[in-house]
């Protein structure tokens, strides 16, 4: 069963990343998506993001990714709360890839910056710029991981992004909260401002952030969900107690998406392995995920 559900909270927002299931032998299980995101959409979070970092996109094929937003677009009760990952290493694919996604029905595009080369000021703009007249009229979420993708994005740089026609906002991940709020005090108000750091869903909303995009809440949304209704409701005593859950479920699937999967089965849910080359839990980190989800069956 599902950890309990909250009416999802206006203004601070729990987007959850969702993981990509894979067969034994590592192909892609388009059922398993479908039943994961089915069962993700009961929890009352305000959406999914696919094929994202936690996705393992970097692993799935042009292909395999429009399947997996394709499945994510036929279950998710609306197709306005499904944020699809369209994020490539260069422009050309990236804009294959929305192209593609606005055909299936994406209202909402993630898109990363370019990535593994360093992409200099005036790429990244253009890289946007293109990808968001390639969209249509959906709107486009710049994705900045800077650690992972070695392009930087200066405050200045993102609140020229900002001006684009159809970026409507960003999802910030590896930064500080400080760095985030910077972020945001340059952008105009209705620029949609996301965090990758789950941990910090209070701190976020507090210096006016839109909400975080989590990969955590794909196995355990209810602290996250309760945590975000106790800061709407200004109640420091039951903010204060989701906040410890937040923090648990939180360090114990620190090992990332291996971490993740290894809970999602735990919950007999959709998982499998990973593609991606990371290392499992370890045992010690398995049988503490394995008691943490035994207490919230």
């Known amino acids: 069963m599902p950890d309990a559900t909250p009416d999802p909270v206006p203004g601070l927002q729990v987007i959850t990343a969702a993981p990509t299931p894979f067969g034994h032998d590592r192909s892609l299980d388009v059922a ?39 499945a994510a677009l036929e279950v998710w009760p609306d197709t306005d709360g499904v944020y699809a990952h369209v994020g490539a290493a260069t422009t050309y694919q990236a804009v294959a890839l929305t192209r593609a996604a606005v055909g299936l029905g994406a209202r909402k595009l993630a898109a990363l910056t370019p990535y593994y080369h360093p992409a200099s000021r005036q790429v990244v703009l253009d890289h946007f710029r293109t990808v968001a007249d390639a969209a ?33 906002g960003v999802k910030v ?23 990758g750091a789950d941990i910090d ?23 996250f969900l ?23 479920v939180v360090n114990a ?30 045992a010690q980190e398995y049988d503490h995920i394995r008691q943490l989800t035994e207490r919230r069956r």
């Open 32 to 70: 398993g998506v479908r039943t994961l995101l089915a069962h993700v959409a009961t929890y009352g979070v305000n959406g999914v993001l696919v094929a994202g970092t936690n996705g393992e996109f970097v692993a799935l094929s042009d292909a395999e990714r429009l399947a997996v937003v394709d």
């Open 136 to 168: 249509g009229g959906a709107a486009v979420y710049a994705y900045l991981f800077e650690s992972l993708t070695n392009t930087r994005v200066d405050v200045e740089l993102l609140a020229e992004l900002a001006t684009i026609p159809g970026l409507a």
């Open 173 to 195: 991940s590896g930064q500080p909260v400080d760095a985030v709020a910077a972020y945001r005090a340059a952008l105009p108000r209705e620029f949609a401002v996301y965090s």
């Open 201 to 223: 869903l209070a701190r976020i909303h507090r210096i006016g952030g839109t909400g975080v995009v989590s990969g955590v809440s794909a196995a355990f949304p209810g602290p």
């Open 226 to 248: 309760d945590l975000a209704a106790a800061v709407r409701a200004g109640d420091a005593v039951t903010e204060q107690r989701a906040q410890a859950e937040v923090d648990t």
């Open 253 to 282: 699937l620190s090992g990332g998406t291996a971490s993740l999967k290894a809970a999602l089965d735990l919950l007999g849910l959709p998982a499998g392995p990973v593609r991606v080359g990371v290392d499992p839990p370890s």
